[in-house]
């Protein structure tokens, strides 16, 4: 088990994106969750195997509305995230 962490930058609030991440997400099965940030960013937590974190990166860059970057990194620090919150 592995964490992901990403930023997704870019039109990313208010066109379904967070809904988004969580179908995908579900369909990895991954842990955790997605939150707007004040600065117009997504941030997205989630947990699980590493070929599905890869999995989710890619699914990051072609989420709706427009994404410019996507920031993130893997790491062993996990929390034991349960089931995906829409924050």
Same mark, same amino acid.
């Given at each position: 088990?592995?964490?992901?962490?990403?930023?997704?930058?870019?039109?990313?609030?208010?066109?379904?994106?967070?809904?988004?991440?969580?179908?995908?997400?579900?369909? #990895?099965?991954?842990?955790?969750?997605?939150?707007?940030?004040?600065?117009? $960013?997504?941030?997205?937590? =989630? %947990? @699980?195997? +590493?070929?599905?974190?890869?999995?989710?990166?890619?699914? #990051?860059?072609?989420?709706?509305?427009?994404?410019?970057?996507?920031?993130? $990194?893997?790491?062993?620090? =996990? %929390? @034991?995230? +349960?089931?995906?919150?829409?924050?």
């Amino acid at each position: 088990m592995k964490r992901l962490e990403a930023r997704v930058f870019g039109w990313v609030q208010g066109v379904g994106f967070r809904a988004y991440t969580r179908w995908r997400a579900k369909e #990895l099965g991954l842990h955790g969750y997605a939150r707007n940030l004040p600065d117009g $960013s997504v941030e997205v937590v =989630v %947990e @699980g195997p +590493e070929e599905a974190l890869k999995k989710m990166v890619d699914y #990051l860059w072609v989420g709706p509305g427009r994404v410019d970057d996507v920031k993130w $990194s893997i790491s062993d620090r =996990v %929390e @034991g995230l +349960e089931g995906f919150r829409i924050l």
